[in-house]
């Protein structure tokens, strides 16, 4: 009977276990696939109908090639909760976490460069042109190593 109890107790005890994993997972920070990766550029916006919002992703729209030629990927948080990566709504990840962890209120607009180590690399609070962000990104001693084939 105490092994049975045990047994049960384990088996609880590890289904807890996972689906804590999973719900952090659910509701964790979708940064965390890109480390060493990708270079998220986040796009915080009040609402889709922001004007500086829509001219950032007229902006993006026009430099796809360039986004990819350097490891991005475009992460928006919209409102307070909408999160879509390169234009596709992402279910189970919270934009309310991302917008704490950055600091950014719902109200606000930002565009937030992150770099493959995972930090915070630029921050703007109005639209910005993608050349800056690309010259930011070549200066960087990984960017380099890429352009010169040496991370392939």
Request: glycine share 4%; net charge positive; no cysteine.
């Given at each position: 009977m105490k092994k049975i109890l045990f047994s049960l107790f384990l088996a609880g005890f590890m289904l807890f276990g996972l689906r804590a994993d999973?719900?952090?997972?659910?509701?964790?920070?979708?940064?965390d696939q890109y480390k060493w990766?990708?270079?998220?550029?986040?796009?915080f916006a009040p609402s889709a109908e922001n004007a500086a919002y829509v001219r950032q992703k007229e902006l993006i729209e026009n430099e796809?090639?360039?986004?990819?030629?350097?490891d991005m990927v475009v992460v928006e948080l919209i409102g307070q909760d909408e999160v879509y990566l390169n234009g596709t709504r992402q279910k189970g990840f919270h934009g309310k976490e991302l917008r704490s962890r950055f600091q950014v209120p719902q109200e606000a607009?930002?565009?937030i460069l992150i770099g493959k180590d995972g930090t915070e690399k630029q921050r703007n609070k109005e639209t910005v042109a993608l050349e800056k962000i690309f010259g930011l990104i070549d200066q960087?001693?990984?960017r380099r190593?890429?352009?010169r084939g040496e991370n392939n």
């Open positions: 999973a719900q952090t997972k659910s509701s964790g920070n979708i940064l990766k990708k270079r998220p550029l986040l796009l796809r090639a360039a986004l990819a030629d350097r607009f930002s565009v960087m001693p990984m190593q890429e352009m």
